[in-house]
Protein backbone atom coordinates (compact mmCIF):
# COMPACT_ATOMS: atom_id res chain seq x y z
CA UNK A 1 0.00 0.00 0.00
CA UNK A 2 2.79 2.40 1.12
CA UNK A 3 4.58 1.45 -2.45
CA UNK A 4 1.33 2.70 -4.15
CA UNK A 5 1.00 5.72 -2.60
CA UNK A 6 5.19 6.34 -3.18
CA UNK A 7 4.26 5.47 -7.01
CA UNK A 8 1.01 7.71 -7.07
CA UNK A 9 2.70 10.58 -5.84
CA UNK A 10 5.93 10.47 -8.30
CA UNK A 11 3.64 9.91 -11.21
CA UNK A 12 1.44 13.24 -9.67
CA UNK A 13 4.68 14.98 -9.38
CA UNK A 14 6.27 13.78 -12.99
CA UNK A 15 2.47 15.08 -14.41
CA UNK A 16 3.41 18.65 -12.45
CA UNK A 17 6.44 18.94 -13.77
CA UNK A 18 6.04 18.09 -17.58
CA UNK A 19 2.40 19.77 -17.61
CA UNK A 20 1.62 22.68 -19.49
CA UNK A 21 0.98 26.05 -17.39
CA UNK A 22 -3.01 26.08 -19.19
CA UNK A 23 -3.06 22.55 -17.44
CA UNK A 24 -1.47 23.25 -14.11
CA UNK A 25 -4.35 26.09 -13.79
CA UNK A 26 -7.28 24.08 -14.79
CA UNK A 27 -6.43 20.86 -12.14
CA UNK A 28 -5.90 23.92 -9.57
CA UNK A 29 -9.50 25.34 -10.89
CA UNK A 30 -11.43 21.86 -10.25
CA UNK A 31 -9.73 21.37 -6.99
CA UNK A 32 -10.52 24.68 -5.85
CA UNK A 33 -14.08 24.15 -7.75
CA UNK A 34 -14.34 20.84 -5.24
CA UNK A 35 -13.55 22.69 -2.05
CA UNK A 36 -16.24 24.65 -2.36
CA UNK A 37 -18.81 22.58 -3.37
CA UNK A 38 -17.73 20.78 -0.16
CA UNK A 39 -17.65 23.51 2.21
CA UNK A 40 -21.26 24.33 0.60
CA UNK A 41 -22.59 21.38 1.25
CA UNK A 42 -21.37 21.18 4.79
CA UNK A 43 -22.56 24.70 5.28
CA UNK A 44 -26.60 23.89 4.24
CA UNK A 45 -26.40 20.71 6.01
CA UNK A 46 -25.14 22.22 9.32
CA UNK A 47 -28.43 24.82 8.64
CA UNK A 48 -31.11 24.25 10.83
CA UNK A 49 -34.17 22.93 9.04
CA UNK A 50 -37.68 25.04 8.79
CA UNK A 51 -40.93 24.52 8.15
CA UNK A 52 -43.35 26.49 6.21
CA UNK A 53 -46.53 26.90 8.48
CA UNK A 54 -48.80 27.15 4.94
CA UNK A 55 -47.34 25.80 1.85
CA UNK A 56 -49.26 29.16 0.06
CA UNK A 57 -47.85 32.80 0.57
CA UNK A 58 -50.43 35.69 2.38
CA UNK A 59 -50.61 38.58 0.13
CA UNK A 60 -52.44 40.47 2.87
CA UNK A 61 -50.36 42.57 4.90
CA UNK A 62 -53.05 43.10 7.61
CA UNK A 63 -53.95 39.26 7.85
CA UNK A 64 -50.49 38.74 7.69
CA UNK A 65 -49.80 41.19 10.94
CA UNK A 66 -53.01 39.72 12.56
CA UNK A 67 -51.51 36.00 12.18
CA UNK A 68 -48.15 36.75 13.73
CA UNK A 69 -49.16 38.65 16.25
CA UNK A 70 -51.16 35.68 17.65
CA UNK A 71 -48.06 33.73 16.97
CA UNK A 72 -46.52 35.67 18.89
CA UNK A 73 -49.31 35.64 21.88
CA UNK A 74 -48.10 32.19 21.92
CA UNK A 75 -44.83 33.19 22.10
CA UNK A 76 -44.03 30.76 19.13
CA UNK A 77 -40.37 31.83 17.47
CA UNK A 78 -41.41 32.49 13.69
CA UNK A 79 -39.92 34.28 10.75
CA UNK A 80 -41.86 35.79 7.57
CA UNK A 81 -40.02 35.70 4.11
CA UNK A 82 -42.05 36.77 0.96
CA UNK A 83 -45.69 36.15 2.63
CA UNK A 84 -44.38 32.66 3.99
CA UNK A 85 -44.64 32.27 7.72
CA UNK A 86 -41.69 30.06 9.12
CA UNK A 87 -41.34 27.76 12.09
CA UNK A 88 -38.23 25.55 13.89
CA UNK A 89 -39.94 22.15 12.92
CA UNK A 90 -43.15 19.99 11.70
CA UNK A 91 -44.74 19.77 14.95
CA UNK A 92 -45.14 23.48 15.25
CA UNK A 93 -46.35 24.47 12.52
CA UNK A 94 -49.23 21.49 12.69
CA UNK A 95 -49.99 23.52 15.92
CA UNK A 96 -50.17 26.65 14.64
CA UNK A 97 -52.26 25.51 11.77
CA UNK A 98 -54.75 24.47 14.19
CA UNK A 99 -54.76 27.23 15.84
CA UNK A 100 -55.08 29.64 13.19
CA UNK A 101 -58.27 27.61 11.50
CA UNK A 102 -59.72 27.00 14.74
CA UNK A 103 -60.12 30.93 15.35
CA UNK A 104 -60.71 31.68 11.71
CA UNK A 105 -57.49 34.21 11.11
CA UNK A 106 -56.61 31.60 7.65
CA UNK A 107 -57.80 33.74 4.61
CA UNK A 108 -60.11 31.82 2.39
CA UNK A 109 -57.69 31.36 -0.68
CA UNK A 110 -54.93 29.54 1.41
CA UNK A 111 -54.61 25.88 1.90
CA UNK A 112 -54.24 25.03 5.55
CA UNK A 113 -53.49 21.49 5.15
CA UNK A 114 -50.49 19.85 3.60
CA UNK A 115 -50.91 19.33 -0.22
CA UNK A 116 -49.38 15.88 -0.36
CA UNK A 117 -52.74 14.25 -0.18
CA UNK A 118 -53.36 15.62 -3.52
CA UNK A 119 -50.73 14.29 -5.51
CA UNK A 120 -51.16 11.32 -7.79
CA UNK A 121 -49.12 9.07 -9.27
CA UNK A 122 -49.63 7.94 -13.31
CA UNK A 123 -50.18 4.15 -12.53
CA UNK A 124 -53.12 5.51 -9.38
CA UNK A 125 -56.72 4.51 -10.28
CA UNK A 126 -59.68 7.32 -9.11
CA UNK A 127 -60.80 4.32 -6.44
CA UNK A 128 -57.22 4.03 -5.40
CA UNK A 129 -56.90 7.58 -5.44
CA UNK A 130 -59.84 8.35 -3.73
CA UNK A 131 -58.70 5.60 -0.61
CA UNK A 132 -55.70 7.16 -0.50
CA UNK A 133 -56.55 10.45 -0.32
CA UNK A 134 -59.39 9.58 2.25
CA UNK A 135 -57.00 7.91 4.69
CA UNK A 136 -54.50 10.36 4.18
CA UNK A 137 -56.47 12.99 5.17
CA UNK A 138 -58.16 11.82 7.94
CA UNK A 139 -54.10 11.00 8.78
CA UNK A 140 -53.90 15.09 8.39
CA UNK A 141 -56.76 15.94 10.58
CA UNK A 142 -55.57 13.42 13.31
CA UNK A 143 -52.45 14.54 13.43
CA UNK A 144 -53.82 18.37 13.51
CA UNK A 145 -56.25 17.29 16.50
CA UNK A 146 -53.91 15.99 18.32
CA UNK A 147 -51.34 19.26 18.47
CA UNK A 148 -54.42 20.84 20.55
CA UNK A 149 -54.16 21.67 24.56
CA UNK A 150 -56.12 19.29 26.81
CA UNK A 151 -56.22 15.95 23.48
CA UNK A 152 -54.48 13.17 24.11
CA UNK A 153 -55.70 11.16 21.16
CA UNK A 154 -58.30 11.76 18.11
CA UNK A 155 -59.92 9.04 16.44
CA UNK A 156 -60.92 10.41 12.82
CA UNK A 157 -63.80 8.42 10.43
CA UNK A 158 -64.33 10.43 6.89
CA UNK A 159 -67.01 9.21 4.42
CA UNK A 160 -66.62 10.38 1.35
CA UNK A 161 -69.27 8.57 -1.29
CA UNK A 162 -68.96 7.96 -4.92
CA UNK A 163 -69.77 10.85 -7.38
CA UNK A 164 -73.16 9.81 -8.31
CA UNK A 165 -74.79 11.58 -11.71
CA UNK A 166 -78.07 13.25 -10.17
CA UNK A 167 -77.71 15.32 -7.28
CA UNK A 168 -81.02 13.76 -5.57
CA UNK A 169 -78.16 10.26 -5.81
CA UNK A 170 -75.54 11.97 -3.89
CA UNK A 171 -74.97 10.95 -0.50
CA UNK A 172 -73.19 13.95 1.36
CA UNK A 173 -69.91 13.93 3.10
CA UNK A 174 -69.69 12.68 7.21
CA UNK A 175 -67.12 12.50 9.73
CA UNK A 176 -66.80 11.09 12.80
CA UNK A 177 -64.20 12.32 15.50
CA UNK A 178 -63.73 10.80 18.62
CA UNK A 179 -61.54 12.79 21.48
CA UNK A 180 -59.64 10.87 23.96
CA UNK A 181 -59.33 14.23 26.66
CA UNK A 182 -56.26 14.21 29.12
CA UNK A 183 -57.36 13.92 32.99
CA UNK A 184 -58.33 17.10 34.39
CA UNK A 185 -59.01 19.08 30.39
CA UNK A 186 -62.07 21.29 30.30
CA UNK A 187 -62.33 20.93 26.34
CA UNK A 188 -65.71 18.98 26.59
CA UNK A 189 -67.32 21.73 28.51
CA UNK A 190 -65.55 24.61 26.98
CA UNK A 191 -68.13 25.94 23.91
CA UNK A 192 -65.47 28.07 22.32
CA UNK A 193 -62.80 25.50 21.94
CA UNK A 194 -65.36 22.96 20.19
CA UNK A 195 -66.80 25.33 17.70
CA UNK A 196 -62.83 26.14 16.93
CA UNK A 197 -62.65 22.17 16.44
CA UNK A 198 -65.08 21.84 14.54
CA UNK A 199 -64.27 25.28 11.92
CA UNK A 200 -61.23 23.24 11.84
CA UNK A 201 -62.51 19.71 10.49
CA UNK A 202 -64.81 21.59 8.31
CA UNK A 203 -62.32 23.55 6.72
CA UNK A 204 -60.30 20.23 6.19
CA UNK A 205 -62.96 18.13 4.60
CA UNK A 206 -64.05 19.65 1.43
CA UNK A 207 -68.45 18.88 1.71
CA UNK A 208 -68.45 18.35 5.01
CA UNK A 209 -71.47 20.40 6.80
CA UNK A 210 -72.26 21.00 10.42
CA UNK A 211 -74.92 18.30 10.70
CA UNK A 212 -72.88 15.55 9.41
CA UNK A 213 -70.17 16.12 11.69
CA UNK A 214 -70.04 14.22 14.90
CA UNK A 215 -67.55 15.14 17.46
CA UNK A 216 -67.68 12.47 20.68
CA UNK A 217 -65.68 12.41 23.96
CA UNK A 218 -64.05 8.94 24.82
CA UNK A 219 -67.58 7.85 26.98
CA UNK A 220 -69.51 8.11 23.56
CA UNK A 221 -71.45 11.45 24.51
CA UNK A 222 -71.71 14.16 21.47
CA UNK A 223 -70.37 17.33 22.72
CA UNK A 224 -71.53 19.20 19.78
CA UNK A 225 -74.52 18.91 20.12
CA UNK A 226 -75.14 22.85 20.76
CA UNK A 227 -78.69 22.93 20.10
CA UNK A 228 -79.15 20.54 22.95
CA UNK A 229 -77.35 22.60 24.69
CA UNK A 230 -79.25 25.96 24.09
CA UNK A 231 -80.72 24.92 27.94
CA UNK A 232 -77.44 24.53 29.29
CA UNK A 233 -76.07 28.15 27.48
CA UNK A 234 -79.54 29.70 28.47
CA UNK A 235 -78.59 28.88 32.47
CA UNK A 236 -75.12 29.42 31.60
CA UNK A 237 -76.41 33.17 30.68
CA UNK A 238 -78.16 33.54 33.39
CA UNK A 239 -75.29 32.72 35.81
CA UNK A 240 -73.18 35.54 34.17
CA UNK A 241 -75.91 37.95 34.22
CA UNK A 242 -76.30 37.38 37.68
CA UNK A 243 -72.79 37.37 38.50
CA UNK A 244 -72.55 40.81 36.57
CA UNK A 245 -75.97 42.19 38.64
CA UNK A 246 -73.96 40.96 42.24
CA UNK A 247 -70.90 42.91 41.25
CA UNK A 248 -72.28 46.14 40.44
CA UNK A 249 -74.47 45.59 43.96
CA UNK A 250 -71.15 44.84 45.47
CA UNK A 251 -69.93 48.48 44.43
CA UNK A 252 -72.45 50.37 45.10
CA UNK A 253 -72.80 48.92 48.52
CA UNK A 254 -69.22 49.88 49.09
CA UNK A 255 -69.26 53.00 47.57
CA UNK A 256 -72.35 54.17 49.72
CA UNK A 257 -71.23 52.70 53.02
CA UNK A 258 -67.78 53.70 52.32
CA UNK A 259 -69.16 57.85 52.43
CA UNK A 260 -72.09 56.95 55.33
CA UNK A 261 -69.43 55.53 57.82
CA UNK A 262 -66.76 58.44 57.42
CA UNK A 263 -69.90 60.74 58.23
CA UNK A 264 -71.73 58.66 60.81
CA UNK A 265 -68.40 56.35 61.52
CA UNK A 266 -68.97 52.57 61.48
CA UNK A 267 -70.79 52.26 64.63
CA UNK A 268 -74.21 53.71 63.55
CA UNK A 269 -74.32 52.38 60.36
CA UNK A 270 -73.55 48.92 60.32
CA UNK A 271 -76.53 47.54 58.08
CA UNK A 272 -76.63 48.80 53.98
CA UNK A 273 -78.88 46.07 51.94
CA UNK A 274 -78.60 47.02 47.84
CA UNK A 275 -80.93 44.98 45.23
CA UNK A 276 -80.41 45.57 41.45
CA UNK A 277 -82.99 44.05 39.06
CA UNK A 278 -81.62 44.26 35.54
CA UNK A 279 -83.23 44.30 31.92
CA UNK A 280 -81.46 42.12 29.99
CA UNK A 281 -84.02 42.14 26.72
CA UNK A 282 -82.69 43.75 24.15
CA UNK A 283 -85.55 45.99 22.42
CA UNK A 284 -85.63 47.68 19.37
CA UNK A 285 -87.15 51.09 18.85
CA UNK A 286 -88.51 53.37 15.77
CA UNK A 287 -89.57 56.51 16.71
CA UNK A 288 -89.96 59.87 14.89
CA UNK A 289 -90.41 63.12 16.23
CA UNK A 290 -91.61 66.50 14.57
CA UNK A 291 -90.51 69.26 15.38
CA UNK A 292 -91.02 73.30 14.75
CA UNK A 293 -88.47 74.81 12.30
CA UNK A 294 -86.17 77.77 13.66
CA UNK A 295 -86.23 80.79 11.72
CA UNK A 296 -83.93 82.62 14.21
CA UNK A 297 -81.43 81.37 17.17
CA UNK A 298 -82.02 82.80 20.47
CA UNK A 299 -79.56 85.56 21.41
CA UNK A 300 -77.49 84.57 24.32
CA UNK A 301 -76.83 87.68 24.91
CA UNK A 302 -80.63 89.26 25.68
CA UNK A 303 -82.16 88.45 29.19
CA UNK A 304 -85.42 86.78 27.23
CA UNK A 305 -86.06 84.28 24.63
CA UNK A 306 -86.04 85.89 20.92
CA UNK A 307 -86.08 83.12 18.82
CA UNK A 308 -88.54 82.89 16.21
CA UNK A 309 -90.26 79.55 15.39
CA UNK A 310 -92.67 77.93 12.72
CA UNK A 311 -94.84 74.93 12.53
CA UNK A 312 -93.90 74.42 8.95
CA UNK A 313 -92.76 76.56 5.97
CA UNK A 314 -94.36 76.39 2.10
CA UNK A 315 -92.76 75.15 -0.59
CA UNK A 316 -94.77 75.20 -3.29
CA UNK A 317 -98.69 75.52 -3.84
CA UNK A 318 -101.40 75.48 -6.43
CA UNK A 319 -104.47 77.27 -7.05
CA UNK A 320 -106.62 75.90 -8.95
CA UNK A 321 -110.30 77.58 -10.15
CA UNK A 322 -113.51 76.32 -11.77
CA UNK A 323 -116.29 78.81 -13.29
CA UNK A 324 -119.98 77.00 -14.62
CA UNK A 325 -122.50 78.80 -15.80
CA UNK A 326 -125.79 77.25 -17.68
CA UNK A 327 -129.25 75.62 -17.54
CA UNK A 328 -129.69 73.30 -14.54
CA UNK A 329 -129.94 69.20 -15.26
CA UNK A 330 -132.08 67.21 -13.45
CA UNK A 331 -132.61 63.93 -14.92
CA UNK A 332 -135.63 61.75 -14.33
CA UNK A 333 -134.70 58.36 -14.88
CA UNK A 334 -135.51 56.18 -18.40
CA UNK A 335 -138.11 57.51 -20.71
CA UNK A 336 -141.72 56.08 -19.72
CA UNK A 337 -141.03 57.04 -16.22
CA UNK A 338 -141.83 58.56 -13.75
CA UNK A 339 -139.17 60.64 -11.97
CA UNK A 340 -137.85 60.15 -8.10
CA UNK A 341 -136.58 64.02 -7.64
CA UNK A 342 -137.46 65.13 -4.51
CA UNK A 343 -139.87 68.93 -5.54
CA UNK A 344 -137.46 71.27 -4.36
CA UNK A 345 -135.36 69.76 -6.96
CA UNK A 346 -137.55 69.52 -9.17
CA UNK A 347 -139.16 72.93 -9.17
CA UNK A 348 -135.35 74.15 -9.88
CA UNK A 349 -135.32 71.87 -13.33
CA UNK A 350 -134.22 74.29 -16.12
CA UNK A 351 -133.10 76.90 -13.81
CA UNK A 352 -129.89 79.28 -15.50
CA UNK A 353 -127.55 79.41 -13.14
CA UNK A 354 -123.39 79.66 -12.54
CA UNK A 355 -121.11 78.11 -10.05
CA UNK A 356 -117.37 79.29 -8.87
CA UNK A 357 -115.48 76.44 -7.40
CA UNK A 358 -111.63 77.75 -6.42
CA UNK A 359 -109.32 75.27 -4.66
CA UNK A 360 -105.51 75.63 -3.59
CA UNK A 361 -103.08 72.64 -2.64
CA UNK A 362 -100.06 73.53 -0.51
CA UNK A 363 -96.75 71.49 0.24
CA UNK A 364 -95.39 71.99 3.47
CA UNK A 365 -92.21 71.23 4.97
CA UNK A 366 -91.32 70.77 8.63
CA UNK A 367 -88.46 69.23 10.89
CA UNK A 368 -88.43 65.15 11.04
CA UNK A 369 -86.37 63.10 13.29
CA UNK A 370 -86.34 59.62 13.17
CA UNK A 371 -84.06 57.10 15.59
CA UNK A 372 -83.23 53.65 15.50
CA UNK A 373 -82.37 52.49 18.76
CA UNK A 374 -81.60 48.97 20.13
CA UNK A 375 -81.96 49.24 24.03
CA UNK A 376 -78.93 48.00 25.96
CA UNK A 377 -78.83 46.47 29.23
CA UNK A 378 -80.12 48.86 32.10
CA UNK A 379 -80.97 48.91 35.19
CA UNK A 380 -84.72 47.93 35.78
CA UNK A 381 -85.05 49.22 39.56
CA UNK A 382 -82.62 49.64 42.34
CA UNK A 383 -83.99 48.71 45.93
CA UNK A 384 -82.04 50.41 48.76
CA UNK A 385 -82.41 50.10 52.15
CA UNK A 386 -80.17 51.40 55.40
CA UNK A 387 -80.33 52.03 59.25
CA UNK A 388 -78.86 54.78 61.20
CA UNK A 389 -78.63 54.55 64.18
CA UNK A 390 -78.54 57.38 67.17
CA UNK A 391 -75.63 58.43 69.83
CA UNK A 392 -75.50 57.63 73.30
CA UNK A 393 -74.01 60.16 75.76
CA UNK A 394 -72.85 59.17 79.01
CA UNK A 395 -74.00 61.67 82.12
CA UNK A 396 -71.28 63.09 84.09
CA UNK A 397 -72.46 64.70 87.71
CA UNK A 398 -71.67 68.74 86.70
CA UNK A 399 -70.27 69.23 90.56
CA UNK A 400 -67.46 66.47 90.90
CA UNK A 401 -67.44 65.56 86.69
CA UNK A 402 -67.37 62.38 87.44
CA UNK A 403 -69.76 59.19 85.56
CA UNK A 404 -73.26 59.33 87.12
CA UNK A 405 -74.30 55.68 87.67
CA UNK A 406 -78.01 54.27 87.88
CA UNK A 407 -79.67 52.27 90.27
CA UNK A 408 -77.99 48.91 89.02
CA UNK A 409 -74.24 50.59 89.24
CA UNK A 410 -74.14 50.90 85.26
CA UNK A 411 -72.93 54.37 83.69
CA UNK A 412 -76.35 56.39 82.86
CA UNK A 413 -76.64 57.05 79.20
CA UNK A 414 -78.76 58.77 77.34
CA UNK A 415 -80.13 58.36 73.85
CA UNK A 416 -80.01 60.70 71.10
CA UNK A 417 -81.91 60.00 67.93
CA UNK A 418 -80.88 61.50 64.36
CA UNK A 419 -82.97 64.11 63.55
CA UNK A 420 -85.23 64.02 60.57
CA UNK A 421 -82.50 66.50 58.66
CA UNK A 422 -79.97 63.77 58.92
CA UNK A 423 -82.19 60.88 57.46
CA UNK A 424 -83.37 63.19 54.87
CA UNK A 425 -79.23 64.09 53.78
CA UNK A 426 -78.96 60.38 53.92
CA UNK A 427 -82.00 59.41 51.68
CA UNK A 428 -81.26 62.41 49.44
CA UNK A 429 -77.12 61.16 49.06
CA UNK A 430 -78.84 57.58 47.90
CA UNK A 431 -80.70 58.50 45.77
CA UNK A 432 -78.47 60.76 43.70
CA UNK A 433 -75.73 57.65 44.14
CA UNK A 434 -78.10 54.93 42.51
CA UNK A 435 -79.91 57.59 39.91
CA UNK A 436 -83.09 57.00 41.82
CA UNK A 437 -86.00 57.33 39.26
CA UNK A 438 -89.40 57.30 40.91
CA UNK A 439 -91.21 56.24 37.62
CA UNK A 440 -89.17 52.99 37.12
CA UNK A 441 -90.08 52.04 40.75
CA UNK A 442 -86.70 53.12 42.85
CA UNK A 443 -86.74 52.26 46.79
CA UNK A 444 -84.68 54.30 49.26
CA UNK A 445 -85.28 53.17 52.54
CA UNK A 446 -83.93 55.22 55.31
CA UNK A 447 -84.56 53.72 59.16
CA UNK A 448 -83.02 55.04 62.67
CA UNK A 449 -83.78 51.45 64.36
CA UNK A 450 -81.72 51.87 67.75
CA UNK A 451 -79.18 48.85 67.52
CA UNK A 452 -79.05 46.86 70.79
CA UNK A 453 -75.67 47.52 72.72
CA UNK A 454 -76.49 46.05 75.87
CA UNK A 455 -73.47 43.53 75.72
CA UNK A 456 -71.46 46.74 74.34
CA UNK A 457 -72.11 48.79 77.24
CA UNK A 458 -71.74 45.92 79.99
CA UNK A 459 -68.14 45.59 78.22
CA UNK A 460 -67.63 49.78 78.58
CA UNK A 461 -68.30 49.58 82.12
CA UNK A 462 -66.50 46.47 82.85
CA UNK A 463 -63.65 47.78 81.55
CA UNK A 464 -64.45 51.21 83.21
CA UNK A 465 -64.40 49.38 86.61
CA UNK A 466 -61.49 47.60 85.83
CA UNK A 467 -59.11 50.59 85.24
CA UNK A 468 -60.44 52.12 88.56
CA UNK A 469 -59.75 48.89 90.74
CA UNK A 470 -56.39 48.86 88.45
CA UNK A 471 -55.66 52.42 89.94
CA UNK A 472 -56.50 51.78 93.09
CA UNK A 473 -54.26 49.25 93.16
CA UNK A 474 -51.53 50.82 91.79
CA UNK A 475 -51.88 53.51 94.27
CA UNK A 476 -52.07 51.46 97.39
CA UNK A 477 -49.02 50.05 95.74
CA UNK A 478 -47.04 52.81 95.87
CA UNK A 479 -48.09 54.21 98.80
CA UNK A 480 -47.00 51.09 100.66
CA UNK A 481 -43.82 51.68 98.64
CA UNK A 482 -43.55 54.88 99.92
CA UNK A 483 -44.21 54.12 103.48
CA UNK A 484 -41.44 51.47 103.68
CA UNK A 485 -38.68 53.97 102.04
CA UNK A 486 -39.95 56.58 104.83
CA UNK A 487 -39.68 53.67 107.43
CA UNK A 488 -36.56 52.25 105.83
CA UNK A 489 -34.83 56.08 105.97
CA UNK A 490 -36.07 56.95 109.71
CA UNK A 491 -34.56 53.97 110.39
CA UNK A 492 -31.43 54.89 108.84
CA UNK A 493 -31.04 58.73 110.37
CA UNK A 494 -32.01 56.88 114.07
CA UNK A 495 -29.31 54.31 113.63
CA UNK A 496 -27.14 57.15 112.21
CA UNK A 497 -27.65 59.74 115.08
CA UNK A 498 -27.30 56.71 117.97
CA UNK A 499 -23.90 55.87 116.59
CA UNK A 500 -22.91 59.01 116.25
CA UNK A 501 -23.98 59.76 120.05
CA UNK A 502 -22.21 56.13 120.90
CA UNK A 503 -18.80 57.42 119.69
CA UNK A 504 -19.47 60.96 121.22
CA UNK A 505 -19.68 59.51 124.29
CA UNK A 506 -16.59 56.88 123.87
CA UNK A 507 -14.70 59.74 122.70
CA UNK A 508 -15.48 62.21 125.54
CA UNK A 509 -14.80 59.30 128.03
CA UNK A 510 -11.85 58.01 126.64
CA UNK A 511 -10.67 62.18 126.21
CA UNK A 512 -12.04 62.68 130.38
CA UNK A 513 -9.42 59.39 131.53
CA UNK A 514 -6.44 60.72 128.78
CA UNK A 515 -7.22 63.98 130.85
CA UNK A 516 -7.01 62.25 134.31
CA UNK A 517 -4.01 60.60 133.18
CA UNK A 518 -2.22 63.90 131.99
CA UNK A 519 -3.01 65.31 134.76
CA UNK A 520 -2.10 62.49 137.33
CA UNK A 521 0.78 62.53 135.58
CA UNK A 522 1.57 65.99 136.29
CA UNK A 523 1.10 65.73 139.43
CA UNK A 524 3.52 63.28 140.35
CA UNK A 525 6.13 65.74 138.35
CA UNK A 526 5.53 68.23 140.34
CA UNK A 527 5.72 65.89 143.25
CA UNK A 528 9.18 64.75 142.14
CA UNK A 529 7.66 60.89 141.53
CA UNK A 530 9.54 58.78 139.27
CA UNK A 531 6.27 58.05 136.40
CA UNK A 532 6.84 55.27 134.47
CA UNK A 533 4.03 54.93 131.46
CA UNK A 534 2.95 51.39 130.48
CA UNK A 535 3.85 50.15 127.32
CA UNK A 536 0.25 50.55 125.88
CA UNK A 537 0.58 54.35 126.74
CA UNK A 538 3.32 55.18 125.63
CA UNK A 539 2.64 53.14 122.44
CA UNK A 540 -0.87 55.22 122.69
CA UNK A 541 1.31 58.45 122.81
CA UNK A 542 3.71 58.01 120.02
CA UNK A 543 0.30 57.17 117.68
CA UNK A 544 -1.53 60.78 118.67
CA UNK A 545 1.78 62.03 118.51
CA UNK A 546 2.45 60.94 115.37
CA UNK A 547 -1.19 61.64 114.10
CA UNK A 548 -1.16 64.71 115.02
CA UNK A 549 2.21 65.67 113.38
CA UNK A 550 0.64 63.95 109.92
CA UNK A 551 -2.31 66.53 110.36
CA UNK A 552 -0.29 69.40 110.43
CA UNK A 553 2.23 68.22 107.25
CA UNK A 554 -0.47 66.76 105.29
CA UNK A 555 -3.78 68.38 106.00
CA UNK A 556 -5.74 66.95 103.05
CA UNK A 557 -4.74 63.74 103.64
CA UNK A 558 -6.36 63.80 107.12
CA UNK A 559 -9.31 65.38 105.70
CA UNK A 560 -9.76 62.87 103.19
CA UNK A 561 -9.23 60.07 105.53
CA UNK A 562 -11.53 61.53 108.21
CA UNK A 563 -14.20 62.24 104.87
CA UNK A 564 -13.89 58.63 104.24
CA UNK A 565 -14.45 57.33 107.50
CA UNK A 566 -17.96 59.42 107.80
CA UNK A 567 -19.23 57.94 104.35
CA UNK A 568 -18.59 54.33 105.27
CA UNK A 569 -20.37 54.47 108.49
Request: proline share 2%; charged share 30%; with cysteine.
Given at each position: MNEWLKKLTERVKNLWKNGKPIQKVIIIGVIAVIIIAVVSAAKVSSKPTTVKVFTQAISDPDTLT???????????????????????DERTARKLQTLLVSENLVPSYVQPFSAAIFKRDWSTTDADQLMKMNKELQNEVRNMIITIDGIRDAKVVIVRPEDKLFAADQR???????????????????????LGLQRLILSA????????????????????????????????????????????????????LTTLQGIFTEDRIRNLNVKLEMDYSQKTIDSTKYSPIVRKEDNPDTPYDDSDYVDYLPISSQTVTNEWQGTGYNPEGPAGVEGQTPPVYSDMSNVIGRSTQTGVTQNNVINTTTTHEVSAPKPEKWSVSVNVDGVWKKSKDPKTGQWEFDEFGAIKRTYVEPTQAELDSVRSYIEGAIGYNRSRGDIVSVTALQIDRTKQFEEEDAAYFAAIQRRRTIILVLVSIAVILVGFILFRIISKEMERRRREREARLLAEQQAARERALWEAKDEGMDVTMSVEETRRMELQENAVAMAKEHPEDVAMLIRTWLMEE
Open positions: KITDRIDEEHIPCSVQDGYIIVEPVSASVTLFLNSGSDFASNRRRIVEGLTEDNLVITNSQGEQINDFEGMAESDRIDLVAKQQKNINKMEIQMTADI
